[in-house]
């Protein structure tokens, strides 16, 4: 069964920094993409970022492109979010999702098919 734990959310001020994680606990993290996502109070949840299984692709809305880097080290399982320049709009509960095949691209929240609880990031003005 997969897990996936964010962890690294919290209130900061806007033009901080966050590093968001997120662990795997499968036993085949290294054979998918793996994807941030996240959904502000009253909006639908929206694709942040991605990166393919070899960390060789990776993928940004253009809201964050420029400012959020995803990176991952398949040793650790773990999937990172570099978040800098950090906004007010970029407030939101960010998850960590799992894509649903195996050596597969995935951006969209369908082709996603395991996803974490949730990390919250406030960014005051």
């Known amino acids: 069964q997969v897990q996936l734990v964010e962890s690294g959310g919290g209130l900061v001020q806007a033009g901080s920094s966050l590093r968001l994680s997120c662990a795997d606990s499968g036993r085949t993290f290294s054979s998918y993409t793996m994807g941030w996502f996240r959904q502000a109070p009253g909006k639908d949840r929206e694709f942040v970022a991605a990166?393919?299984?070899?960390?060789?692709?990776?993928y940004y809305a253009d809201s964050v492109k420029g400012r959020f880097t995803i990176s991952r080290d398949n040793g650790k399982n773990t999937v990172y979010l570099q978040m800098n320049i950090l906004k007010p709009e970029d407030t939101a509960v960010y998850y960590c999702a799992k894509a649903a095949r195996i050596f597969t691209p995935a951006s969209r929240a369908q082709d996603f098919g395991s996803w974490g609880q949730g990390t919250q990031v406030t960014v005051s003005s």
């Open positions: 990166i393919t299984w070899g960390g060789g692709n990776t």
